[in-house]
């Protein structure tokens, strides 16, 4: 990583592991993280030759396979619980348990070979945008063309994604930064499969306690172990 990103990454890490250890909570701190992260992304954007292709409405990306850390979930679920419609709650739920379903049948390359709708995904849309988890953040295409090709042959791991190597190498700075601060402000810092967490955040009143007191957060969902990849 050279200097610029490494800084950021550094920046990142302080500014939130401060924030956590003041306010004793990462959900704040983490909802700053992304406004900051955000921030960034879109300057790094205006200042690029290149422009990503991903516009409203397209979503060949949101069937890819998606993981969440456990504060991610936490998030996301203050965040459900706060502002969607209880029939739209419902729908979200039916579909994370259709997809879970097969997810758990698949080994982790297999899931990654298929396509499965984010239960999220309505209407072509994210329904939780604003604390949609940083993997989806990071993600864009400079032609919508390989997205395409990847969402008709989902199998087929040598279709490459164009990126713009700014974005990425930002994108990856201040995630990590957000989350080695989590890490060493003790909470957990383990990746999780967003179906299988986001039912057990809703079926589960001691996911937060767990996650307050530092330990392992999920029980059921599906725990993404790096190599398994
Ligand atoms: S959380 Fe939102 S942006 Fe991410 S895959 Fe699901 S629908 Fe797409």
Redesign the pocket.
Known sequence: MSDKFEQAAIGEYERSANDIGKLKTTLTPLKRSYLRFDKIISTTIDESPTKPACKAGC?Y??Y?K?EVKAHEMLLIHEHMKKNLAPALTTQILNSATENAAVIRTLTPKEHLATNIK????IENQ????DV??F??RSFHAVKVESCEASFANPSDFSIATELIEEVSHYSDALSQGFEAAAMDTGYDHRTYD?NTALLEVFADASVEKRYKRGKKVFKTAIEVLEEAE
């Open positions: 979503s990306c949101c890819y998606v984010c239960p999220f995904l994210c329904s939780i945008y949609r988890p993997r989806c967003l």
